[in-house]
């Protein structure tokens, strides 16, 4: 499936989407968080065809010494270079615009990348953006250069407050993050397609099952990003797998 707006100029058919000016053929874009091993995290990546890994920099860096993710960091470069995959660092833990944009910044410099998944915690239980201090601190990382993908939910003007702003990625809630409870607002979801034709959207969070990626993208979605319905499963090999192709 191929949104319009996102169609690149390719000679021959195959499916593509973009985030900014990169052209991207898999839909699934995978987290890196909570595996119970690197081996499984490594063979899930490979399994999954993902081109897109999201990496929370600020749990990297709260490691003592750094020793106990190396090794799931290590892999995760490895993974990215020998499928021609992108970084995506995250903001995940920040409360507020500013302390996200300093790790934005952070991340820029240590793992060379212009992306940034920007997420601003607004209520610790659900784990809800903060629609104020999202925009403020999108709107000054657009600035920085950055190309910025918002974590944000599935509310229309908060969206496209953050459009105003600059971004041109939007990554909207199905559910909580974690809650794996699915679309549970599909008319929502639905109304920011419509609404935001020019704007990739990807949904982000609340996914459980295979057959909820595939949902997302029937109501037009450029594609999805998940994690712990892979890294917490009982096999997250097979459940990487199971994205994949679900969302094929």
């Known amino acids: 499936m191929s949104h319009p707006t996102h169609t690149a100029d390719t000679q021959d058919t195959q499916d593509t989407w973009r985030i900014g000016d990169t052209v991207l053929h898999s839909r699934f874009l995978l987290g890196t968080a909570g595996y119970p091993s690197p081996q499984a995290l490594h063979a899930a990546i490979v399994a999954s065809g993902s081109q897109v890994l999201t990496l ?130 599909p008319w929502a979801l639905r109304t920011l397609r419509a609404r935001l034709p020019g704007v990739t959207l990807i949904v982000d969070a609340g996914l459980g099952a295979p057959s909820h990626a595939a949902a997302a993208l029937e109501l037009g979605f450029d594609a999805v990003l998940l994690n712990s319905a892979v890294s917490q499963s009982r096999d997250p090999v097979g459940m990487a797998a199971a994205f994949r192709d679900a969302v094929a």
């Open 56 to 185: 929370g920099l600020k749990r990297t860096l709260a490691v003592p010494g750094g020793s106990g993710d190396n090794g799931f960091v290590q892999i995760i470069r490895e993974a990215a270079r020998s499928q021609g995959a992108h970084l995506l660092p995250n903001t995940a833990g920040c409360r507020s615009a500013r302390e996200a944009i300093a790790l934005a910044h952070m991340a820029r410099e240590l793992l060379d990348t212009h992306w940034v998944k920007l997420e601003v915690v607004g209520d610790e239980q659900t784990l809800q953006p903060d629609p104020f201090e999202l925009v403020e601190a999108a709107r000054q990382l657009v600035a920085d250069g950055f190309e910025v993908l918002p974590y944000c939910t599935d509310d229309l003007v908060s969206g496209q407050r953050l459009v105003d702003a600059g971004c041109r990625v939007l990554m909207p809630w199905a559910a909580p993050i974690g809650s794996g409870l699915g679309l549970l607002n």
